[in-house]
């Protein structure tokens, strides 16, 4: 049985996380802190599966459209549907798909194909839950400062903060792209009303830039669709490296990911891609948490070529992509 004070542990530090951000999520993590019921009905959420036990209760309940708006209400709805919630926490996983993340890849897939020489690239996302950052060529951006750029008649426009001194390489056209793929262990099928709704529940509810975001990067997907691969990506990806043409460069990306591999199988992934890289040019784009700074993305690129392996850190951004630092020198 789960460790019920782990459980009040996971509310007490998603409360801080909250803070600022969902007053609503903050005030019911608290409340469920010191409530045995309700920490005993969110533990159906761990089972050794590691998913984030609050977002996936929270996500539960918006998902039966229960009342997340008041303590009472909420604690009511929980335990009036607590089989239907049950059932939830133990088959559905929390896969935001956060289509803001694209603000800082953008200027990262800039470095990838500059770096190859404008090679077409044949992007691969390892953990792309429903492929929505895969269409990220499609959409508009306007960061802070700078001229807009991409498809200023795409429904997705994201907004982005620039901090720091230096400015990131933003593209006067997109890069080329030879073909999308994305892996994932449980692909979110979004021509099933329910996938799109339990995406559509994980956005915070105060949080409608987001689920608004969200529901126009759906709809280019619907008319963009893209390659999908249900399974694991260590698996998968040697099979699907091997079928990239040597007119391309193969292009991996994953955003907050990497966690969610067990320590062992980062080495193993990092290994199958130098492997990879020392015999074909290959582009690697990893935004995962900072070091020591877990509300804080780093974007790091990594090229080989001609087996010479260049490795870079680009940036430091927001996990949704709200600001973006620029670090990098430009000697890619």
């Keep these: 049985m789960t460790d019920l004070t782990a459980v009040a542990k996971a509310f007490e530090r998603f409360a801080v996380d909250c803070h600022d951000s969902s007053p609503i999520y903050e005030r019911l993590s608290l409340s469920i802190v010191g409530d045995q019921e309700l920490l005993a009905l969110a533990a159906y959420a761990d089972a050794g599966r590691k998913q ?14 229960g009342d997340v708006g008041s303590i009472e209400a909420f604690r009511a709805f929980c335990l009036s549907h607590a089989a239907e919630i049950q059932a939830i926490l133990q088959t559905r996983r929390v896969q935001t798909n956060e ?30 839950s429903a492929g929505l950052l895969l269409n990220w060529d499609l959409y508009g951006y306007r960061y802070s400062g700078v001229e807009a750029v991409g498809n200023s008649n ?16 933003l593209p006067n056209t997109m890069p080329g792209i030879s073909s999308k793929l994305g ?12 996938e799109r709704r339990w995406l559509q529940s994980l956005v915070w509810p105060e949080h409608q830039d987001r689920a608004n975001l969200l529901a126009a990067a759906i709809g280019v997907q619907r008319q963009h669709a893209v390659r999908l691969m249900n399974g694991d990506g260590l698996e998968l990806l040697p099979q699907v490296l091997a079928g990239i043409s040597q007119s391309s460069i193969a292009c991996v990306f994953h955003t907050a990911v990497l966690n969610q591999f067990p320590r062992e199988n980062r080495a193993v992934f990092s290994n199958l891609l130098a492997e990879y890289g020392e015999a074909n040019d290959l582009a690697w784009i990893s935004a995962e948490m900072a070091p020591g700074a877990p509300s804080i993305v780093q974007v790091e690129v990594t090229t080989w070529l001609n087996a010479n392996r260049h490795h870079q850190i680009l940036a430091r951004a927001h996990p949704h992509g709200r600001w973006l630092e620029w670090t990098a020198s430009a000697n890619y």
């Design 154 to 169: 795409s429904p997705v426009q994201l907004s982005c903060e620039l901090r720091g001194a230096a400015l990131p390489p």
């Design 183 to 194: 892996i994932d262990l449980h692909i979110i099928n979004l021509t099933d009303e329910n």
């Design 52 to 65: 984030p036990i609050p977002n996936l209760l929270f996500a539960a309940v918006r998902f039966l459209e």
């Design 99 to 128: 289509v803001g993340r694209c603000a800082y890849l953008l200027p990262a897939f800039v470095v990838a194909s500059v770096s190859c020489a404008g090679r077409p690239l044949a992007v691969i996302e390892v953990g792309t």
